[in-house]
């Protein structure tokens, strides 16, 4: 942990709240899940290890809530030795992604491991994006107010930007088109919602976060 991350996580760890309730709707959510997509977890995992053997899951430091940094799960979408080359980002047709990890890609079905970070508290069913430690300089200007809640799998950012790599010009560095644009648009995004949030609220972006992954999203934020 850096200077940063100490400070940050000094700054909002006093302030940072999730709610019985809440935690409570994450353990049955992600119990249930995992059930569920036992059967496809395996499938995946068996894909993986035919088309290039080696770790079937890819972990990276993320900033989870108080700005306290914690491994974060997914499927492994790049070759297995290119895990930490290249960009922090996912571009359209980066070269590093296997076939299965296209697939992945395009169906979020890599991001299924994460219910285990659920289960262990370090993430919640709706909450902020968990943002990668490259980017761990971004949060500030009132951007760090997003780390007072606990990261999540769904919510209007995880929504509204469904097809995130679509939005990156393809004649601007995307580094630092996502420091000077996208960052700053999702905190935003999740700063108008996460102060105002119901229980109520959250379920219905859990059903929106569904109808993104089958295709759905909307053209604009939606109030709830």
Known sequence: MNALDVSLHRHFVSSTAHGLARRSIDLVVAGAALIIFA????????????????SILFAQTRMGAGGRPFLMYKFRKFGVNCDSQGLALTVVGDSRMTTVGRF????????????????????????????SMAFADCFRGGL????????????????????????????????????E??????ARLDLSY???????????????????????????????
């Open 144 to 179: 760090e107010a997003v780390l007072q809640y606990k990261p999540g799998l769904l919510g209007p950012t995880q929504v509204l930007f469904r097809h995130e790599a679509h939005f990156f010009p393809r004649s601007a560095d995307p580094i630092l088109f996502y420091r």
């Open 194 to 224: 996460y102060p105002r949030r119901t229980i109520v609220s959250d379920i219905v972006w859990m059903a929106r976060g569904v109808l993104a992954v089958v295709g759905w999203v909307p053209s604009q934020p939606i109030d709830v």
């Open 181 to 186: 644009v996208m960052f700053p648009a999702k």
């Open 39 to 54: 059967p496809l977890m395996l499938l995946i995992a068996g894909a993986l290890l035919l088309e290039g053997g080696g």
């Open 104 to 131: 992945l890609a395009a169906t979020k079905f890599d991001e299924l491991p994460q219910l285990w970070n659920v289960l262990k508290g370090e993430m919640a069913i709706v909450g902020p994006r968990p943002e």
